[in-house]
């Protein structure tokens, strides 16, 4: 029955004691007499401790036969519908060091904001000041700030309220680490490539402490962390080609050497180990990490799979809390996010360009509109494929290298594209249209650091403009194919000005600047004089012409943009007005249009995540606590 059931061994125990200690009694006469308990009641002491011997020799064989499995305890963050778990290539999640509190990232690319969720809490709640955040994000040492990207600054906001505070530029972002003495260590293309740079938590000028050696094979510095101690850097090296190592570098003696290979994201622990997501898999390892001689002391060993992660320059959605809790988004490797291309009307109606799904970018129609050009990425590596919408045949264009961002030469008998060639270099070639032939290279860049040279455009009359320059100071640049065919500069500045296109008729450049503090939208006369008419006020990004010359469109975070514009006898703009709204892909970096105009200017190809068709499905953040138990018993250390 279980009414009389006893709660637990506690209170066996205490029935034990009342047994052994027999009990006295007075009777009605005052005498005191001991007053024995029945047989069963007697035996119940030696009944329960044959039991508990019993139990005891069966624990002590089981142990000796079999392991010891812990039993880890799990729970789940379920997101709202309407601030879903975000699906980046970059990690959309973060846990405090203390466990106590997660940080995720909802939305769309540069288009969402970070929410914060307390462990003992039901809901998440909009952290204020991050929104437009891109990339990646970490906590404060002591679990109450944030550091965090928007436009390519580096701020910092306090889950306590408050306007967030910028610290640094921090163009092409990568990661970082704030440690316990107020450090803060993160990867960025500042200088002249994506290295590590070192500030004060509260700002100010970074410090670069490391760069990429191209002639060693590397590309980019990403995802540092400052090691116990503040005597050294954890980070991933990206190579040319698309592997990763994990390296670590010295702050005393500038040493730097590599630990791994084939692992990204790495992390050490306070159980001894180092963890690391193996690359492109989904899957963590770990290995016994010395903290004193900066070297692995044991082999690698997988302790967690599943992991959701990105095919190419991504990383898992995994985060270790001191306390060894353990959060992750599940789903294993991705090969890149599905995404369908689609007519857009000037109503906002969409239809199907083609079923076939790929990671497109970059869509650009031929002048006769018959073909469509388009980077595919597949995984660290794209290239330029050609549609044929007629046909509806998807057919490669560009095998050598890394290649994309095309453009069609004004009478379509070539396409213009950047490649790296397998250099790790972007530089501009153009190639026949039909494919035959080889790729001729039309310049060599002076800078060989990212940003590529995305956005270009050709007028009537051959002239190519383009964008080059170190990162945050892009300017534009032109190409006559006639004469001497040498680049010259066109809007030379100490902004950063970018996505230059020509005019039907050649003589204006619509281009993009932060001139004003955000991206905005500007005019300029081709070959010049003249200054820059603004177009926007409101942000504006992604200029593009309407072939008849009378309409200019852009965007605006979902809004297509259109302002009536005449270029004869001089340049005129009327009011911008919205088109039509939508949710449709910016592409990796919003550094060239992902979009573009029909020859009727009636349609718009447009790029939209194919997951959109439908309601977004909710992503659990998984959340496992006490981890650090399974790992030390997976991965033994001396500690």
């Known amino acids: ?296 002391s044991g082999d690698p060993v997988p302790v967690f799979e599943g992991v959701r992660s990105t095919f190419g320059e991504g990383t898992a959605d995994y985060s270790i809390a001191d306390d060894g809790t353990l959060i992750y988004a599940s789903g294993g490797i991705t090969a890149g996010q599905e995404k369908v291309l689609v007519w857009v009307d000037r109503k906002g109606a969409t239809q199907q360009v083609t079923e076939i799904k790929r990671d497109f970018e970059d869509p650009r129609l031929s002048p006769d509109g018959t073909r469509l050009s388009v980077t595919v990425l597949e995984g660290p590596q794209r290239n330029v494929w050609i549609y044929e919408i007629s046909r509806g045949i998807l057919a490669p264009f560009t095998f050598e290298g890394s290649n994309g961002y095309p453009s069609w030469t004004p009478d379509g008998e070539r396409i213009t594209f950047a490649s790296d060639r397998g250099t790790g270099a972007y530089d501009l070639f153009w190639m026949l249209s039909d494919g035959s032939g080889e790729a001729e290279r039309l310049m060599t860049r002076e800078f060989k650091v990212l940003p590529r040279p995305t956005s270009h455009s050709w007028s009537p009359e051959g002239v190519l403009a383009f964008q080059q320059g170190l990162p945050l100071q892009n300017d534009i640049w032109v190409l006559p194919l006639e004469g001497e065919g040498k680049p010259q500069p066109f809007l030379v500045t100490e902004f950063n000005e970018q996505q230059a296109m020509f005019s039907p008729d050649g003589k204006w450049i619509a281009l993009t600047s932060d001139r004003s503090g955000q991206s905005e939208v500007y005019v300029k006369a081709y070959p010049g004089p003249g200054g820059m008419v603004p177009i926007s006020s409101d942000g504006g990004t992604q200029p593009m012409w309407a072939h008849s010359g009378k309409e200019l469109f852009y965007r605006n975070g979902n809004k297509m943009m259109v302002v009536s514009v005449r270029t004869e006898p001089t340049f005129g703009a009327e009011t911008p007005t919205v088109l039509f709204e939508g949710s449709y892909s910016y592409g990796r970096y919003d550094l060239t249009p992902q979009y573009d105009v029909s020859p009727d200017d009636q349609q718009f190809v447009m790029v939209k995540e194919s997951s959109d068709a439908g309601e977004r499905p909710v992503t659990q953040i998984n959340v496992i606590l006490s981890w650090f138990e399974e790992l030390k018993r997976l991965v033994p250390t001396n500690n």
Do not use: C
């Open 1 to 296: 029955d279980a009414h009389d059931r006893l709660d637990g061994i506690a209170n066996v125990r205490i029935e034990i004691k009342l047994a052994l200690s027999e009990p006295t009694a007075v009777s009605p006469t005052g005498v005191v007499s001991t007053v024995q308990p029945p047989l069963w009641r007697r035996a119940i002491p030696w009944t329960v401790a044959l039991l508990m011997g019993v139990v005891a020799i069966s624990i002590a064989f089981w142990s000796s036969s079999s392991p010891t499995l812990p039993s880890l305890r799990k729970l789940v963050i379920t997101p709202s519908s309407t601030a879903p778990l975000g699906n980046r290539r970059f990690t959309d999640l973060a846990i405090s060091p203390d466990g106590s509190h997660v940080v995720y990232f909802a939305g769309e690319v540069t288009r969402g904001q970070l929410y914060l969720r307390a462990m003992d809490d039901l809901t998440a709640v909009a952290i204020p000041g991050t929104e437009g955040v891109d990339r990646e994000f970490f906590f404060s040492p002591d679990g109450e700030g944030v550091v965090f990207v928007v436009g390519d600054k580096l701020k910092k906001v306090s889950l306590a309220g408050g306007a967030p505070i910028t610290l640094s530029d921090a163009p092409l972002f990568e990661g970082g680490h704030w440690d316990s003495e107020d450090t803060i260590v993160f990867a960025s293309e500042l200088g002249s490539g994506a290295g590590l740079h070192r500030i004060s938590a509260n700002g100010g000028q970074p410090e670069s402490l490391a760069m990429p050696d191209p002639d060693k094979g590397e590309s980019e510095y990403q995802q540092p962390e400052i090691l116990p101690g503040g005597k050294a850097v954890l980070f991933a090296v990206y190579q040319l080609g698309g592997t990763y190592q994990i390296a670590v570098l010295s702050l005393d003696t500038g040493e730097q050497k590599t630990l791994l290979e084939n692992g990204r994201q790495p992390h050490y622990l306070p159980t001894g180990h180092l963890v690391y997501e193996l690359t492109q898999t989904g899957t963590l390892m770990a290995v016994p990490f010395d903290l004193e001689r900066l070297e692995i």
